[in-house]
């Protein structure tokens, strides 16, 4: 048997299914809530964007099996070169006139926070294995928490300023899951712990009002609704009213695919914000039109997805492949609990993509690469060792 085939049969296809089956169900979730989009030439906009999807599914999946049968340990070593280019392309789009501040080369349009991001993953997995091999003192916990909190912090910082709480706030779990896989005593997370806690005040009367007014707009909204105990209908809540109720009063089975005016469907009316309903809010037209059922089946497959994920992260043979995995956990779970998170008002409104199923483009591929580090990680948890047999 060649060592190629072995690895493909030696892959966990339950992570690859799992992976499939949430693109596929964002294949009809895009279709339904791009509806409305306008698209070049006249059409429908859910076809055009769902389409759009299958592309980007394509070339994912090249570069998903690509990053799974070559062994990470050869991938890690573009962490820190793509982290510098990332910085870059975030210090590009803090220049830029866009108003969400999305770079665009060519056809392809992406938002440089989420290279950044998927970047310093890598970047942390290789620096905190490698640099203990230069200088013990590199191994220290002290020097560790200063390494993650430098290559965590500098591109929050930036991508704040840029008014992108939703993508900062994702680096804080990262940060956080590195820091406990990395074997951080917890004298030092504590005192971490602690800190933050101090410092929280100061960030949100002081630092957050003066880069990102919108951002402390949403979480005063946010905290009144919790005080009042519901929401009011006003300019300022339309999304978090309309999106609570689409999702509230859909009941068990939902109002059926692409549902319209007639059925009840507050998306087909446009109450669900129309221009962003098929990647900030494609949660709620979920939730709307497959009901309980279908948004219970989401979360199910995306809490599969996780646990696979953990359970190739114990198998790791060294630490690297084990940040790489807890980063990637770190990362889906911050989507998926600020997307959905923000139409059932459990937190406030972020704007931020559901990962594999909403239409993200680019973000999409991003997240499809670091499944395929994921998978190699397990591919390569042990060594082959070829024995000839005379």
């Known amino acids: 048997m060649t060592p190629l085939f ?13 992976m499939y089956g949430l693109l596929i169900f964002g294949i009809f979730a895009i279709d339904s809530a791009a509806r409305h989009l306008p698209v070049p030439g006249g059409g429908d906009g859910g076809d055009y964007y769902s389409g759009m999807h299958k592309v980007w ?15 990470y340990r050869w991938v890690r070593w573009l962490g820190v070169p793509m982290y510098v280019v990332g910085l870059g392309l975030t210090a590009m789009a803090m220049g830029s006139d866009d108003a969400v501040h999305r770079l665009s080369f060519g056809p392809i349009s992406f938002q440089p926070a989420q290279v950044a991001i998927a970047a310093g993953i890598i970047a942390i997995a290789t620096l905190s294995q490698d640099l203990p091999k230069i200088h013990r003192i590199m191994g220290a916990p002290w ?16 991508v704040v300023k840029l008014g992108d709480m939703g993508s900062a706030l994702v680096w804080v779990p990262v940060a956080v899951v590195a820091l406990l896989v990395s074997g951080i005593p917890w004298r030092y997370l504590t005192l971490l712990t602690a800190i ?11 630092v957050l009002p003066s880069v990102s007014e919108r951002g402390t707009e949403r979480i005063e909204i946010y905290l009144e609704t919790l005080k009042e105990g519901q929401v009011e209908k006003t300019d300022d809540t339309w999304a978090p ?19 319209t005016e007639e059925r009840g469907s507050l998306h087909d009316k446009r109450y669900i914000p129309w221009k962003t309903a098929h990647n900030d809010y494609i949660f709620a037209v979920i939730g709307e039109e497959q009901g309980f059922r279908g948004a219970l089946l989401l979360v199910t497959a995306f809490a599969l997805l996780l ?21 990637v956990v770190g990362l889906f ?4 609990f600020e997307s959905i998170g923000m139409c059932i008002l459990l937190t406030p409104i972020t704007g931020i993509p559901l990962p594999l199923v909403s239409y993200s483009g680019t973000f999409v591929v991003i997240c499809m690469f670091l499944l395929g580090l994921v998978q190699s990680v397990w591919v390569h948890r042990v060594k082959y060792i070829e024995v000839e047999v005379k």
Do not use: E
Not at 57 to 71: N, S
């Open 6 to 18: 072995r690895k493909i049969l030696g892959m966990n296809w339950v992570l690859i299914l799992t």
């Open 57 to 71: 599914m394509g070339i994912g999946t090249v570069i998903y099996f690509g990053a799974a049968l070559i062994d």
């Open 143 to 158: 020097f560790r928490v200063g390494l993650i909190g430098v290559i965590t912090g500098i591109p929050f910082l930036m």
């Open 196 to 206: 933050v806690i101090g410092i929280a005040p100061i960030a949100y009367f002081v």
């Open 241 to 259: 009213f309309w999106v609570s109720t689409a999702i509230g009063k859909a009941g068990w089975k939902g109002l059926g695919w692409r549902a």
């Open 307 to 327: 646990i696979q994920c953990l359970f190739i992260a114990f198998y790791s043979r060294d630490l690297a492949g084990r940040i790489i995995v807890g980063g």
């Open 333 to 336: 779970f911050a989507h998926l």
